[in-house]
């Protein structure tokens, strides 16, 4: 069993940057994927970024390519979304999520149901 505990969610005005953060516990070793999504209100959950356990492999949604950056630290189980130039839309929950499957693709990736456990989620808003 995993559990997975978000951090560094927050305001921030449109053009700032934000860097949050995921703790895994448990069972890691099954986290060969970890990923991030966000739901805005009102919205259907999306894909925003996926690493694999190597950090060999990244996939991002075009709506934040080369805006937000994906990291993660296998001796700490924990995993990273750096976020930069943040526009109002940005505004979501942005929940982490691990899988024990080697996605190999970005359709694989951006898929709700290829993610087995999920964080509780926390709040980022982006004023303009």
């Known amino acids: 069993q995993v559990q997975l505990v978000e951090s560094g969610g927050g305001l921030v005005q449109a053009g700032g940057s934000l860097r949050l953060s995921c703790a895994a516990s448990?069972?890691?070793?099954?986290?060969?994927?970890m990923g991030w999504f966000r739901q805005a209100p009102g919205k259907e959950r999306e894909f925003v970024a996926a690493?694999?356990?190597?950090?060999?492999?990244?996939y991002y949604a075009d709506s934040v390519k080369g805006r937000f950056t994906i990291s993660r630290e296998n001796a700490k189980n924990t995993v990273y979304l750096q976020m930069s130039s943040l526009k109002p839309e940005d505004t979501a929950v942005y929940y982490c999520?691990?899988?024990?499957?080697?996605?190999?693709?970005?359709?694989?990736?951006?898929?709700?149901?290829?993610?087995?456990?999920w964080g509780q989620g926390t709040q980022v808003t982006v004023s303009s």
């Open positions: 999520a691990s899988s024990y499957r080697k996605l190999g693709s970005l359709s694989a990736v951006e898929a709700v149901p290829s993610w087995s456990t």
């Open positions: 690493i694999n356990w190597s950090s060999s492999s990244t």
């Open positions: 448990g069972r890691t070793s099954s986290n060969y994927f």
